[in-house]
């Protein structure tokens, strides 16, 4: 009889047991609960604020306005010449560009850019012309090459960044050399004319990551001086959207507007240049 007792209540223990759930087990919907939860890691977002180095080959189909001027001296001006009307230099011109992009820490930026044109033209006067002491008169041939060459430095640091946003300010260094020649064909006369600035200029750049694939970009330098009878002044404009195709592959368009201004009066043969390019972009960047 105890016996039978003890198989009856060993029986309803391996029964109670058997009830109760297993913790470890599978649940009751059949999936699987892990047993001790781990953070779901994310891979954060690229975008241009992400980027370490970037190099951008961009399309710059540009309208050009170029004005410039060699003195015969001080109080003998020369006559200001509008090269594409006067000279026959293209007004439009189908630009290549580069530029380069890093971030040397979190918030430090460097970029790096070049444009460079060189125009000729070959046209008779339509007007007479006083350049360099030289006398070119109306209808007189006249052969002609410009070169416009700049290489820009800017730093920024960003005082706002997060994900989506990031604002910097900083300082450009940007150097540009023009050279302009002329050859009046009927008269056999030759004049040359050159000038080097170096343009130091406050940055203000901004970006947007509007979302995994688009970006959009801005950024604006600009800076005016007059010292010892030499003006300058330099305007560099610039803004984008972009498209994130790959992880490092990116396409896009924007417009870029370039101001440059440079008038020396301190030497023996004054002279002045100025140049305004501006237009739409297509480009293409490669970043990591």
């Given at each position: 009889m105890r016996v039978l007792l003890l198989l009856i209540a060993a029986m309803s223990a391996g029964a109670v047991f058997a009830a109760e759930p297993d913790s470890t087990g599978p649940a009751s919907d059949g999936a699987a609960r892990p047993r001790y939860p781990y953070p779901h890691e994310t891979r954060p977002m690229?975008?241009?604020?992400?980027?370490?180095?970037?190099?951008r080959a961009t399309f710059f189909p540009a309208t050009l306005h170029t004005n410039v001027h060699l003195d015969t001296g001080p109080k003998q001006?020369?006559?200001?010449?509008?090269?594409?009307?006067?000279?026959?230099?293209?007004?439009?011109?189908?630009?290549?560009?580069?530029?380069?992009?890093?971030?040397?820490?979190?918030?430090?930026?460097?970029?790096?850019?070049?444009?460079?044109?060189?125009?000729?033209?070959?046209?008779?006067?339509?007007r007479g012309i006083t350049f360099g002491g030289h006398e070119y008169h109306l209808g007189d041939l006249v052969q002609s090459?410009?070169?416009?060459?700049?290489?820009?430095?800017?730093?920024?640091?960003?005082?706002?960044?997060?994900?989506?946003?990031?604002?910097?300010?900083?300082?450009?260094?940007?150097?540009?050399?023009?050279?302009?020649?002329?050859?009046?064909?009927?008269?056999?006369?030759?004049?040359?004319?050159?000038?080097?600035?170096?343009?130091?200029?406050?940055a203000v750049d901004a970006t947007w990551a509007i979302s995994q694939r688009f970006a959009w970009t801005a950024r604006a330098q600009y800076l005016g001086?007059?010292?010892?009878?030499?003006?300058?002044?330099?305007?560099?404009?610039?803004?984008?959207?972009?498209?994130?195709?790959?992880?490092?592959?990116?396409?896009?368009v924007g417009y870029q507007v370039i101001h440059a201004r440079l008038e020396d009066d301190h030497t023996e043969q004054p002279k002045g240049f100025e140049l305004n390019v501006r237009g739409p972009e297509a480009f293409l960047r490669v970043s990591f």
């Open positions: 690229s975008s241009p604020i992400t980027d370490h180095f970037s190099i001006p020369g006559t200001l010449i509008i090269a594409e009307q006067d000279l026959g230099l293209k007004e439009r011109l189908n630009q290549g560009r580069m530029e380069l992009y890093f971030r040397l820490l979190e918030r430090h930026r460097l970029r790096v850019d070049y444009f460079g044109s060189d125009r000729d033209g070959d046209l008779p006067l339509a090459d410009v070169q416009d060459t700049m290489l820009g430095f800017t730093y920024t640091y960003s005082f706002i960044r997060s994900e989506h946003f990031e604002v910097g300010a900083g300082l450009g260094l940007h150097l540009l050399q023009a050279d302009a020649k002329a050859l009046d064909v009927t008269l056999q006369e030759r004049a040359e004319a050159s000038g080097v600035g170096v343009f130091p200029t406050p001086i007059d010292i010892n009878n030499v003006t300058a002044a330099f305007g560099d404009y610039h803004t984008d959207l972009q498209y994130r195709w790959k992880r490092n592959f990116e396409i896009g």
